[in-house]
Nanobody, 119 residues
Framework: QLQLVESGGGLVQPGGSLRLSCAAS????????MGWYRQAPGKQREWVAI???????NYADSVKGRFTISRDNAMNTIYLQMNSLKPEDTAVYYC?????????????WGQGTQVTVSS
């Protein structure tokens, strides 16, 4: 089992910054990738950024150049530095981890943290 706990959300003015954290506990050695998703009211959950244990990083076009995903060496914690925030970034942000074991691949999710960008 894997547990994910997000933190760092809040209210910020347009153009401001926030840093989200996601701490993983449990079978962390089996984590293949971790990432961030978000869901705005009335919309489907969408992918934001992903980082793999081997290093490759990818971003959704909507956040490229503004958001940066990073991790600690052990892949126990990931971060999302969000700069130049826009009202359309308002959403609940979820941490995701993909675990690969000899029996299969599994998705784990955190409980989510609210990010509100408003003046």
């Amino acid at each position: 089992q894997l547990q994910l706990v997000e933190s760092g959300g809040g209210l910020v003015q347009p153009g401001g910054s926030l840093r989200l954290s996601c701490a993983a506990s449990g079978i962390t050695s089996s984590i293949y990738s971790m990432g961030w998703y978000r869901q705005a009211p009335g919309k489907q959950r969408e992918w934001v950024a992903i980082i793999t244990r081997d290093g490759p990083i990818n971003y959704a076009d909507s956040v490229k150049g503004r958001f940066t995903i990073s991790r600690d060496n052990a892949m126990n914690t990931i971060y999302l530095q969000m700069n130049s925030l826009k009202p359309e970034d308002t959403a609940v942000y979820y941490c995701n981890a993909v675990v690969r074991t000899y029996v299969g691949e599994y998705d784990y999710w955190g409980q989510g943290t609210q990010v509100t960008v408003s003046s």
